[in-house]
């Protein structure tokens, strides 16, 4: 069976750093991209960012570039997010989720199985 | 702002028909295959319709998706009380080079 098991909900304050997991398991980690998204309160779901875990091959949204830091360890079937300097307005829910089919990111690619989520509040 | 446009909310009765609207542009859904996922109040998104109009295993046929230029739709038949959740579609963008959703549709069962 597929998974993609997230950490817990974090509590942070303006300008501290972060950095959530995604671990996956049930299939071949590193044949599949896996990829960030945002959902800030009410609202609908962002692209933030996305990687290749067998070589970290990785790209991001224009709105998200610079803003946060994609990375995985294949040893630990684990991809991480993270923030150097966080804002009020990162709060939100952040899911990972991984694309098919097999090795492939572009046309004709799509989110099939997604994490827990991980909500990240961010407050003084 | 969503780069695919969704009415924010819809409604039915159970047994009915409710069919989910789905714009976007010549840059997505124009030329790439649409996906519709649901959100169960409280949980991650899952997936509900692949490549416009195919479902995965476990999905009933009361949930049918189609595309035509650049919108789509999403179809729930013999509605009931279990469907009332969000429903986002999501196509690649060839701009973006990445996927795009839409803003989301919240399906009302009266």
């Given amino acids: ?124 | 702002q969503s780069v695919l446009t969704q009415p924010p909310s819809a409604s039915g009765t159970p047994g009915q028909t409710v069919t989910i609207s789905c714009s976007g542009s010549s840059s997505n859904i124009g030329s790439n295959y649409v996906y519709w996922y649901h959100q169960l109040p409280g949980t991650a998104p899952k997936l509900l319709i692949y490549r416009n109009n195919q479902r995965p295993s476990g999905v009933p046929d009361r949930f049918s998706g189609s595309k035509s230029g650049t919108s789509a739709s999403l179809a729930i038949s013999g509605l009931r009380s279990e469907d009332e959740a969000d429903y986002y579609c999501a196509a690649w963008d060839d701009s973006l080079s990445g996927p795009v959703f839409g803003g989301g549709t919240k399906l009302t069962v009266l």
Avoid: H, N
């Avoid at chain 1, 750093?17 to 959902?39: A, D, M, N, P």
């Avoid at chain 1, 709060?91 to 199985?113: E, I, K, L, V």
């Fill in chain 1, 1 to 124: 069976e597929v998974q993609l098991v997230q950490s817990g909900a974090e509590v942070k304050k303006p300008g501290e750093s972060l950095k959530i997991s995604c671990k996956g398991s049930g299939y071949s980690f590193t044949s599949y991209w896996i990829g960030w998204v945002r959902q800030m309160p009410g609202k609908g779901l962002e692209w933030m960012g996305i990687i290749y875990p067998g070589d970290s091959d990785t790209r991001y949204s224009p709105s998200f570039q610079g803003q946060v830091t994609i990375s995985a360890d294949k040893s630990i079937s684990t991809a991480y997010l993270q923030w150097s300097s966080l804002k009020a307005s990162d709060t939100a829910m952040y899911y990972c989720a991984r694309m098919s089919p097999t090795y492939y990111y572009g046309s004709g690619s799509y989110f099939d199985y997604w994490g827990q989520g991980t909500l990240v509040t961010v407050s003084s």
